[in-house]
Nanobody, 122 residues
Framework: VQLQASGGGLVQPGGSLRLSCAASGFTLDDYAIGWFHQAPGKERAEFSCIASTDGSTYCADSVKGRFTISRDNAKNTVYLQMNTLKPEDTAVYYC????????????????WGQGTQVTVSS
């Protein structure tokens, strides 16, 4: 069982990135999914966006209207589209999956990816 995140990088303020998270060893459409971020100096990962198996999504106020979580079940992959990026979005981003309903608590997820670095700077 594995989640492999990719798509991070260095981007200027106002730019966009799309993060991908490919699942292997399990069927992602049976799981709630989430994207979390851990900013420099922060002890805990915080949620960015989460999505349930029925397609409903929820994003943190800090990214609402800028970030979109989605999944492609045929590819067994989850995405985080990040637009209008700000320096404060700089963090390591993790994808995660859990059985049942999605939550905003990273430790409650069953599987985690290895993280991908996003740096927003001019």
């Amino acid at each position: 069982v594995q989640l492999q995140a990719s798509g991070g990088g260095l981007v200027q303020p106002g730019g966009s990135l799309r993060l991908s998270c490919a699942a292997s060893g399990f069927t992602l459409d049976d799981y709630a999914i989430g994207w979390f971020h851990q900013a420099p100096g922060k002890e805990r990962a915080e949620f960015s966006c989460i999505a349930s198996t029925d397609g409903s999504t929820y994003c943190a106020d800090s990214v609402k209207g800028r970030f979109t979580i989605s999944r492609d079940n045929a590819k067994n992959t989850v995405y985080l589209q990040m637009n209008t990026l700000k320096p404060e979005d700089t963090a390591v981003y993790y994808c995660a999956a859990k059985r049942g309903r999605p939550t905003t608590s990273f430790p409650e997820y069953d599987y985690w990816g290895q993280g991908t670095q996003v740096t927003v700077s001019s």
